[in-house]
């Protein structure tokens, strides 16, 4: 089972995970810009963070032998502080850059004026860099949130095919599929998605456009999660063929709108005597 | 000793002889926008492995199209000295790690150095005519030995490090090395530069590995052997090249 895990943030994961994750098949990943649990106070703590995903996380991921491309943007959570809000000013600068597959996570968290403004913008910002968009679905008052999202990605004219609406439900999904939009799932051990779930409604709404992520965060989660879901659909009577059309055509398909997804087969390089990653002296 | 051939004309033949027309075309309007406005590099760099290609390059070893397409770029920067040197640390600041990459592999190129001759006379500890970089690239080499991607200290470890680092930093630059398996020979001018302190830090660094029952790296002893009194001293007569094998 090959497995591209279109949603999962490694910074805050183990080599351990990385390991475990190769093993189950994961051979290429995409982690969203965030939140890290400590809110930000400056643009450069972003900056610095942008450059992770860009520079030491694919190098890490490379040692396991996983592709790892990452997508960037100012988060809605941390769009409400005036103090983040020159992040703006930087994207452009970042968006432009190889390993960078779609704007995001953008969206919606509590619905504020600020992150009206700051969603529209980027989704602006994918237009001009001609990256697809990678939308974050709020936890609270899930359905009216994603509702607004795809009134706002309809008025931003980015084609709908470019766009991503993600950590979708039972009762976000048929508006998402009508809206012509990629349907993300996260599926989590407690809250979002579970596994079952997630088959149930695979059989409901078809394979096409659905992508499958472990979301795996700081937080309780796992990032084995796709694998599971994959096993799911097999023992549901789904083939080998779905299973591989959800957990890696789909994911190469959108972000390959970006004409940067790269997934020359990574090597593991070698391994720094007794240690797990060459993290130096 | 200095430079024969101008590291322009190098590049560029270099360049011709791969690039595809779009490649050309893309690369020959990005140095213009860069000769007219030092500050237009930052819109074009990030582009020149999507633009160019990023295959190995033939007829420069260890130069790949997108690092040599970027060199040029910089080489088009109507810059000198500090100014220059600031502009090319903001360039790597905001880089990926390929774009960081190719600014440390340019400083040499910067510095007057011939591509083709992997900086060769630079790394000797000549100074090239035409160099127009002086010491300002140091920050940047300094970031990069900060870090702990190898491919970013291999890239540190060239002819401008050999040519521009204080003996203590080019010694601390050595042992990274040695700590991260970069291997020495990617080193450049390390014959000229390895002294007695190196031998006897890296003299140190076998003993230590010795006693924790680890291998030590081959390519310490070269330089170790080159002084061998510090093997003489109290505290490491118990290190020894271990004997080779056939």
Known sequence: MRIFDPHIHMSSRTTDDYERMYEAGVRAVVEPAFWLGQPRTSPDTFADYFDSLLGWEPYRASQFGIRHHCTIALNPKEANDPRCRGVLDLLPRYLAKDGVVAVGEVGYDSMTPEEDEVFAAQLALAIEADLPAMVHTPHRDKATGTRRSLDVVRESGLASERVLIDHLNELTVAMVKEAGCWMGFSVYPDTKMDEDRMVTILKEYGTERVLVNSAADWGRSDPLKTRKVGEAMLKAGFTAEDVDTVLWDNPVAFYGQSGRLDLAEADPAEFYAGNTIKRGG | ?246
């Open chain 2, 1 to 246: 000793m200095t430079s024969t051939t101008d590291p322009v004309r190098t590049l560029e033949a270099a360049l011709d002889g791969t690039l595809d027309e779009r490649g050309r075309r893309w690369l020959e309007q990005a140095i213009g926008r860069v000769a007219e406005r030092g500050q237009a590099v930052l819109e074009v760099f990030p582009a020149a492995g999507r633009s160019c290609g990023r295959g190995p390059l033939p007829g420069m070893p260890g130069w790949t199209v997108d690092q040599a397409a970027r060199a040029r770029l910089l080489l088009a920067l109507p810059q000198e000295g500090a100014p220059l040197g600031e502009l090319l640390f903001d360039v790597y600041r905001y880089g990926d790690a390929a774009e960081r990459i190719a600014v440390l592999k340019a400083l040499a190129v910067l510095d007057g150095a011939d591509p083709a001759e992997g900086g060769a006379d630079l790394a000797e500890g000549g100074r090239a005519p035409g160099g127009r970089l002086g010491g300002h690239g140091l920050p940047i080499v300094r970031d990069a030995l900060r870090t702990n991607d190898t491919r970013l200290i291999e890239a540190a470890v060239g002819p401008y490090a050999a040519g521009h680092l204080a003996d203590d930093e080019f010694r601390q630059a050595v042992l990274k090395c040695v700590f991260v398996g970069v291997p020495l020979s990617a080193v450049a001018g390390l014959d000229r530069r390895a002294d007695r302190e190196l031998a006897r830090m890296l003299a140190d660094y076998a003993r230590e590995r010795t006693v924790a029952g680890r291998d030590v790296p081959q390519d310490v002893w070269p330089v170790v052997e080159r002084h061998p009194e510090v093997m003489q001293d109290r505290g490491r007569q118990d290190v020894h090249r271990p004997e080779r094998i056939g």
